[in-house]
């Protein structure tokens, strides 16, 4: 969905279309009403995804199609409701790392002392 200002939607008072800076993205939005309630809210929350997702080819010709002004490499793509991931992923590896730490220092000890005892 692009997000325009607020005269009609995508389209200036001469009819042309505006440049679209941004698109809201959302796996939750299916028809007008749901369109509607999106955009009426005081303020949206999500995320910029533009480094994880990109416009397929369907839609890029489509908004191209419509918006022929715009540069869609240069537009922000922002997921509706999108959080940034819980961190677990991060806590893992930390974990990993910390028991590959302490294995590598037990078998340097373990070496030292059997050297000493040569």
């Known amino acids: 969905m692009p997000i325009t200002p607020l005269v009609k939607l995508g389209a200036a008072p001469d009819g042309k279309p505006f440049l679209i800076q941004a698109l809201i993205y959302s796996t939750h939005i299916r028809s007008a009403p749901d369109v509607e309630k999106a955009v009426t809210k005081d303020k949206i929350q999500g995320m910029v995804i533009n480094q994880i997702e990109s416009l397929g080819s369907k839609e890029?010709?489509?908004?191209?199609?419509?918006?022929?002004?715009?540069?869609?490499?240069?537009?922000i793509i922002f997921e509706l409701d999108r959080?940034?991931?819980?961190?677990?992923?991060?806590?893992?590896?930390g974990v990993a790392v910390a028991a590959i730490l302490v294995g590598?220092?037990?078998?340097?000890?373990?070496?030292?002392?059997?050297?000493?005892?040569?």
């Open 83 to 93: 959080k940034p991931g819980s961190g677990t992923a991060v806590v893992y590896l």
């Open 104 to 118: 590598v220092l037990i078998l340097f000890a373990r070496f030292r002392s059997s050297s000493a005892s040569q």
């Open 60 to 75: 890029r010709k489509l908004l191209q199609d419509s918006y022929p002004a715009t540069d869609f490499n240069r537009c």
